[in-house]
Nanobody, 126 residues
Framework: QVQLVESGGGLVQPGGSLRLSCAAS????????MGWYRQALGKQRELVAA???????NYADSVKGRFTISRDNARDTVYLQMNSLKPEDTAVYYC????????????????????WGQGTQVTVSS
């Protein structure tokens, strides 16, 4: 019911910047919170940043002041601007939608929960 496609990952030197994008598609009427998570090799997935439909944001302490999350509700798209990147930011970054109001095959409005993108690799290395 909801598909998420991420883009923007890659290889960058320490101190550099990247911008991730995640576009949601499907029979979407409204999306609540959109977020970015990351998972480094051998570690658990962790929240990086999240943003509600009304623009309230939440960041992991490790990225505060360096990363900025934003969204375009008209395009059902969330962005993550990452500045001053560090080697410890290296991970696969995943987009998440916690809850979306969608129209099902019968035309009814239903809440669909917990969707994930396929992930995009971010590598910070010299």
């Amino acid at each position: 019911q909801v598909q998420l496609v991420e883009s923007g990952g890659g290889l960058v030197q320490p101190g550099g910047s990247l911008r991730l994008s995640c576009a949601a598609s499907g029979s979407i009427l409204s999306i609540n919170t959109m977020g970015w998570y990351r998972q480094a090799l051998g570690k658990q997935r962790e929240l990086v940043a999240a943003i509600t439909r009304t623009g309230s944001t939440n960041y992991a302490d490790s990225v505060k002041g360096r990363f900025t999350i934003s969204r375009d509700n008209a395009r059902d798209t969330v962005y993550l601007q990452m500045n001053s990147l560090k080697p410890e930011d290296t991970a696969v970054y995943y987009c998440n939608v916690d809850r979306a109001l969608v129209r099902d095959r019968g035309g009814a409005q239903v809440w669909a929960v917990d969707y994930w993108g396929q992930g995009t690799q971010v590598t910070v290395s010299s």
